[in-house]
């Protein structure tokens, strides 16, 4: 479980995320929603603190992930990476093979002694995300000749690679043609057994479909957070039944 | 503009045809495999052996990388993926300044200091005596020249990969340390080979730097600390007497087609190995 509590983020003299505060339950999708800059992404970068590569970035409060706290100074990034994986907006295959791509992080992490688990391992995650039978014979051939719904599903096996407890979704299926993005989506909601996802999206239908519970962020600010039934059909707060009614997006 | 660019195109052809037709005499009497691989230098007698001058220019050049090289691909890598802001505004035109230095001043830097480091400090150590005009204060004036090209070359490069590779990279549990040794410098590599090839072109034609230190001795170096000659500085040396003898000017000639053409060849190999990394990952 990860439980953010009075998050503040600032980068240069901006204050980007305001007093937040949301617990992010596990083994459940939740849906972060909002218009476009209200810190939705800054958020999700806080968490697997990505947001470190940002110049000028200054972080305040405690985020407690599995008891720990993320933004403590003996925190394990590196680790903590590990355990939070991220999908992006874009598929980002590195400049490897396919094979490479999913083992990279295994390698970095020193996951596998025998090159026969890793082999297995790498085969297991690809038949995840529904790839393995659609790459017969070319796992040696370079990630970036795959399409770009299979390099996104490629991303998605090799952040499952690296056996995280939660993942991060950006936007990850906004990129897509309308099947594969289909396709990733229904992974996620089969993920959701073994894994937490927490995503960011643009498209209320898609939150609809698939949220089980929703975070409303506007202005850096967490309007609204609970389950999904409850935040979509009971919007407590104004600004929820605007965005929710289409008065701003 | 396709006029002037195949006008800059030409111009390389017509250079080779220059110096070839200028060359002629000299390889009328012996054929090119003798001129390349005989030791004789004596203009007088009309004998031009040009090993001596071609494994000076390789002697240098390979010192001069090899020392640059690392160097500048480290440099690159700290400023730009870890140095922070204040340091990169500093550095950057300080970059600039050194590689628009006049060759001359990096050729009295390496008589002032080099040199005598070489020879009072370095050479006791293994030989009786050197003045320190050798391959090695070649190597370093002329390495010391490349960096600045490199560092600006492979901040460039490096600046060129995309922030989500990395990130990608990061988030995976990995060090910056492993993102840029298995993901810039994998992403870069056909990059850094180009540019490490433009500066091995450069430090092969540096001629006034490379004359002031390099001892000018005609013979083959075996060693860092043997003396060298290599062919820019020859022709630069020679070339006001050239005409006093015959045959001098067109030996001359032919020592600056060697140098085009092994320009010419670096660059023609640096291509291929280019074309064949970016077939295998395309």
Not at chain 1, 218 to 239: K, N
Not at chain 2, 163 to 187: D, M, P
Not at chain 2, 222 to 242: S, V
Request: aromatic share 8%; net charge positive.
């Amino acid at each position: 479980m990860i439980e953010i509590q009075n998050l503040n983020v600032y980068i240069k003299d901006n204050h980007i995320l305001k007093n937040v505060n949301v617990t992010l339950p596990e083994k459940q999708i939740t849906c972060i929603i909002g218009p476009s800059g209200c810190g939705k992404s800054t958020l999700l970068r806080t968490l697997n603190r990505l947001i470190d590569t940002t110049e000028e970035v200054r972080l305040e409060g405690r985020i407690m992930v599995d008891g720990q706290d993320s933004l403590g100074h003996d925190a394990e990034v590196t680790e903590l990476r590990r355990k939070i994986g991220l999908v992006s907006q874009r598929p980002c295959p590195l400049p490897m093979s396919i094979f490479d791509n999913v083992a990279y992080g295994c390698r970095i992490n020193k996951m596998f002694k025998k090159r026969r688990e890793l082999i297995y391992h790498v085969r297991q995650n690809l038949r995840a995300v529904g790839l393995l039978d659609e790459i017969k014979g070319r796992i040696r051939t370079p990630a970036a000749r795959l399409s770009i719904g299979q390099q996104q599903r490629l991303c998605l096996a090799r952040s499952l690679a690296v056996q995280p407890a939660y993942i991060l979704a950006d936007e990850a299926t906004s990129a897509l043609d309308p099947i594969s993005a289909k396709t990733v989506e229904d992974l996620f909601v089969k993920l959701k057994e073994e894994y937490s996802i927490i995503m960011v999206t643009h498209t209320l239908r898609q939150a609809l479909r698939i949220a089980d519970n929703v975070v409303f962020m506007y202005l850096g600010e967490i309007i609204e957070s609970g389950p999904a039934e409850q935040v979509f059909h009971h919007p407590q707060h104004e600004l929820t039944q605007k965005y929710l009614a289409g008065a701003f997006s | 503009m396709l006029v002037l660019t195949l006008f800059s195109v030409l111009f390389v052809a017509v250079m080779f045809v220059g110096l070839y037709l200028k060359s002629a005499p000299v390889l009328e009497g012996k054929s090119v495999w003798t001129l390349l691989t005989a030791s004789e230098w004596r203009p007088m007698k009309g004998e031009f052996g040009f090993f001596p001058f071609i494994t000076g220019t390789l002697w240098a050049t390979m010192v001069a990388i090899l020392l640059a090289l690392p160097v500048s691909l480290l440099t690159a890598i700290y400023l730009t993926e870890y140095a922070k802001p204040v340091v990169k505004k500093f550095v950057f035109p300080a970059l600039d300044i050194l590689a628009g230095l006049p060759s001359v001043i990096y050729g009295v830097w390496g008589v002032l200091v080099i040199v005598p480091w070489i020879s009072q400090r370095v050479a006791p150590h293994f030989v009786e005596f050197s003045t320190g005009y050798t391959v090695m204060a070649a190597g370093i004036v002329l390495g010391v020249m490349v960096i600045p090209l490199l560092v600006s070359l492979f901040i460039e490069i490096f600046s060129s990969v995309p922030k989500e590779l990395r990130e990608a990279s990061l988030s995976l549990g990995a060090t910056r340390w492993q993102t840029t040794r298995r993901v810039v410098l994998r992403q870069t590599l056909p990059g850094i080979m180009a540019s490490t090839v433009l500066a091995i072109s450069r430090a092969m034609g540096e001629t006034i730097a490379v004359l002031m230190v390099c001892g000018c001795v005609i013979g083959v170096p075996h060693g860092l600390l043997d003396a060298c000659y290599p062919l820019p500085a020859l022709i630069a040396n020679n070339y006001g007497e050239m005409l006093s003898m015959p045959l001098y000017e067109s030996a001359l000639m032919f020592a600056a087609l060697i140098l085009f053409v092994v320009v010419l060849i670096f660059n023609l190999l640096s291509r291929m190995v280019l074309y064949r990394i970016e077939k295998k990952n395309a």
